[in-house]
């Protein structure tokens, strides 16, 4: 994986957790790790915790006195939808176990320049980015969008807008983003939102250099 990469996944799993004060000042790469640990291991323990209430009440279903075919058919649905976020938490432990090997992989100044360059420009061209995403969403809003598609957009846009990095390159890096850490119906959506920005106006003004 490149550092680029990772150090893109670094600033979207610590952007809730630094406030733009202590982003301005020198987060180390440890803390950056340890934010991003943290989150995926909460986001897995909410999925556990979800999937096994899930699972109880479907088997409260099944073992009641009185089951009928429509009764088992919504006990099926709601195994499956507990299965499927077993599996997210695993991924999101998983992700969680692989941070500190995958920085020993590349080049961790390079890790740690980037992410702290993302974050920084995202929380610096807060408004701005937000009024670029929000001027390209038909009937939404981006505050109704989970938190993590929400940065996801973001760093798309304001690595577009203030980082000069290729649109299609972006996109692409928002969707792998998406992949990892949405699902299949916010990867739709992050790609669809950045496309009506690529299409529309593509001039905004940063408060402040993102290098600041």
């Not at 897995?44 to 999937?51: R, V, W």
């Not at 989970?146 to 957009?153: A, G, M, S, T």
Request: glycine letters at 2%; aromatic letters at 4%.
């Amino acid at each position: 994986m490149q550092a680029r990469q990772i150090a893109r996944e670094l600033a979207l799993l610590s952007l809730s957790q630094f406030s733009k004060s202590a982003v301005e000042k020198n987060v180390t790469l440890q803390e950056m790790i340890l934010a991003a640990i943290r989150v995926l291991t909460a986001e897995a323990q909410d999925l556990l915790a979800t999937a096994s209430d899930e699972i109880s009440q479907s088997g409260d279903r099944l073992f009641s006195l009185e089951v009928d075919a429509v009764t088992l058919n919504s006990s099926k649905a709601t195994v499956q939808e507990a299965s499927e976020l077993t599996r997210r938490a695993i991924n999101r432990t998983a992700r969680a176990l692989e941070f500190p090997e995958m920085l020993q992989m590349t080049n961790q100044q390079e890790v740690q320049s980037y992410a702290l360059q993302v974050s920084r420009c995202v929380k610096t061209n807060r408004e701005a980015v937000d009024e670029k995403l929000g001027a390209s969403m038909v009937n939404w809003r981006l505050s109704r969008l989970p938190r993590v598609d929400q940065d996801i957009l973001r760093i798309a846009v304001a690595e577009m807008e203030f980082m000069g990095l290729p649109h299609k390159v972006a996109i692409d890096e928002a969707v792998e983003l998406a992949k990892r850490y949405s699902d299949e119906e916010g990867r739709r959506f992050i790609n669809g939102v950045l496309r009506r920005v690529v299409d529309g106006p593509k001039t905004i003004e940063p408060e402040a250099s993102a290098s600041s």
